[in-house]
């Protein structure tokens, strides 16, 4: 399994780009700005899409995406999320006034896009040696995150989430976990901050990491603009004892 990290920053500016995963170069995780370092040929491989929660930095992607590929392929791409993100996604993307019908288009019988409705607990075969597990977070809009296992281990990603006890009971309940990549968008001082759109800091998740049984590799992610050196600073100190790395654009995260 190889993800290689197409963005994963809280915000856009030079050589910053939102969050999306490209796994094994077929399935997407997220689809945010990221996406558009895509060449057309890579966009053409894409069979499937799991999307976190439906805010923008997440799935502006996959519009472009399909305003990109519409033509070009003969099958629709999967997209893979709860009720209320594809809800979300109909009403106010995907509604012919911000962006064309793609679930319609080139009609109904051979759409683009395919809505595929998946809740927590849920799992989905990516392919005969790799399954998705969806599981809770808490955010300010409902999402989740998800576990991908496969022959050599196992990678679970959070989406944006904060200090929530579902988070820490579902990834225990998982036989393994190798590496998790969860986010830290604010430094300490914007705790109120971090309280009010629910993300974490490097002091609560330092906090919150006691109730992990496993002891896996962690990438942090989320990061906004201008609060890298801050979050970077404060994790040395938050998160010690803890293998950890701040995840940049490119970066690659591979099961050898």
């Known amino acids: 399994m190889r993800i ?7 915000g856009v500016g030079p050589g910053l780009r939102t969050t999306s995963l490209l796994v094994d170069d077929e399935f997407l995780i997220d689809a945010g700005t990221g996406v558009g370092d895509l060449t057309l040929a ?3 491989r894409i069979r499937g899409v799991f999307l976190t929660h439906a805010h923008l930095d997440h799935v502006c992607g996959l519009a472009f ?6 033509d070009l392929i003969d099958r629709p791409i999967a997209v893979y999320a709860t009720a209320q993100t594809l809800a ?11 962006w064309p019908d793609f679930s319609t288009l080139p009609n109904v019988d051979q759409p683009l896009l395919r809505w595929c409705d998946i809740g927590v607990g849920d799992t989905l075969a990516l392919d005969d040696s790799r399954e998705l597990t969806v599981f809770p977070v808490l955010h ?10 496969g ?8 989406g944006d989430t904060y200090a929530d006890d579902r988070l820490w009971t579902a990834l225990n309940a998982l036989p393994r976990l190798d590496k998790l990549m969860i986010e830290i968008a604010f430094a300490d001082e914007q705790a109120a901050l971090g ?8 002091s609560l998740l330092g906090s919150e990491l006691h109730k992990l049984r496993h002891h896996p590799k962690l990438y942090l992610t ?5 609060c890298e050196g801050s979050i970077e600073r404060q994790c040395r100190s938050a998160l010690r004892g803890w293998d950890y790395v701040h995840v940049k654009r490119g970066d690659v995260i591979a099961f050898d």
Not at 4 to 10: E, F, M, Y
Not at 195 to 202: E, G, V
């Open 65 to 70: 995406m399909a305003d990109n590929l519409f």
């Open 140 to 149: 300010t809009v409902p999402a989740v995150g998800c576990a991908i296992a």
């Open 195 to 202: 309280h009010a759109s629910k993300h974490f800091t490097p």
């Open 88 to 98: 979300a996604l109909r009403e106010h993307i995907f509604n012919w006034t911000i």
């Open 222 to 226: 989320h990061h906004k603009p201008g």
């Open 151 to 158: 022959r050599r281990g196992t990678f679970a990603f959070t």
């Open 42 to 44: 890579q966009q053409r």
């Open 4 to 10: 290689k990290v197409l963005g994963c920053s809280g």
